[in-house]
């Protein structure tokens, strides 16, 4: 049975929080590296809303004991959202430069420098970031990214894109 509780949490050095969880393989034959799976959360969200995601991924993996590699599942906080660090001074976060590098900050956090596996999903604003990462360091997601709604804007349509984003994010329901 799954354990929402049976993760750590840590933060990064410059104040990104995290939770962390390790699936180990039951297989003594099994001497493969362990796949980190990074989860990247939308706007508005936090790193909680991809524990019930980990809770059906683990069953699915304890499912198939014989064929499982190590998983070590990561999910933060961007800046300015859950546990995380507030942005600097009266500045808005930048989330066009700010969200990659909080990507960034956790996959150096987790020693990812793009020769392990690793594989990145993320929703919206973490779809957007890992995007962007990737683009700026090929491979550092070895194993892929799933990305889910990302926010891809044309180069040129900054100001446009970012100012509808700001006005429907302005009309969201205030709870559900």
């Known amino acids: 049975m799954f354990d929402t509780y049976s993760h750590t949490t840590g933060t990064t050095r410059d104040g990104l929080a995290y939770l962390m969880k390790s699936l180990p393989s039951c297989s003594t034959s099994n001497s493969s590296e362990p796949c980190t799976i990074l989860f990247g959360h939308a706007n508005g969200f936090n790193k909680?809303?991809?524990?019930?995601?980990w809770e059906d991924l683990e069953r699915r993996w304890q499912a198939h004991k014989g064929l499982r590699s190590p998983l070590i599942l990561v999910s933060f906080d961007f800046t300015g959202h859950g546990d995380s660090r507030h942005p600097l001074g009266n500045d808005r976060y930048d989330w066009?430069?700010?969200?990659?590098?909080?990507?960034?900050?956790?996959?150096?956090?987790?020693?990812?420098?793009?020769?392990?596996?690793?594989i990145g999903v993320g929703h919206s604003l973490g779809a957007s970031a890992m995007t962007l990462v990737e683009l700026a360091h090929p491979g550092m997601f070895s194993m892929g990214l799933v990305l889910i709604e990302p926010v891809l804007v044309p180069v040129g349509g900054e100001s446009t894109m970012t100012k509808s984003l700001s006005e429907r994010a302005l009309r969201r329901r205030a709870s559900w």
């Not at 969200?99 to 020769?115: C, H, I, K, N, P």
């Open 96 to 118: 066009r430069n700010g969200a990659g590098s909080d990507v960034m900050e956790m996959l150096q956090e987790m020693g990812q420098r793009g020769r392990t596996p690793c």
């Open 48 to 53: 909680e809303i991809f524990l019930p995601v």
